[in-house]
Nanobody
């Protein structure tokens, strides 16, 4: 059974930084990509970042490009989201997701992901 557990959320002032982590277990193979999505109150879930199974390909939503960085530690089965220059509009629940990937690629579509974490709250105060 695949499980994803996010951590690292919290309250931060605008301009500050946070680092989210997502530890996953229950998957013995390495052919999977990872992604981060976020959902603010009253809004649809939004693609934030994705990384391919090799880690060599990354993609970012337009609103976070240049401020957020996704990375993965294969040895520790963990994916990270480093968030810098945070803005109040970054306030949301952040979800980690995993997709079984037959190729070294990324996806922005939430429907492409097979497993999801429970989410971690990020609140940015002005």
């Amino acid at each position: 059974q695949v499980q994803l557990v996010e951590s690292g959320g919290g309250l931060v002032q605008a301009g500050g930084s946070l680092r989210l982590s997502c530890a996953h277990s229950g998957l013995s193979a390495s052919n999977y990509g990872m992604g981060w999505f976020r959902q603010a109150p009253g809004k649809d879930r939004e693609f934030t970042a994705a990384i391919s199974r090799s880690g060599s390909i990354t993609d970012y939503g337009d609103s976070v490009k240049g401020r957020f960085t996704i990375s993965r530690d294969g040895a520790e089965n963990t994916v990270f989201l480093q968030m810098n220059s945070l803005k109040p509009e970054d306030t949301a629940v952040y979800y980690c997701a995993l997709r079984i990937a037959p190729s070294d690629s990324v996806s922005r579509a939430s429907i492409a992901y097979d497993y999801w974490g429970q989410g971690t709250q990020v609140t940015v105060s002005s």
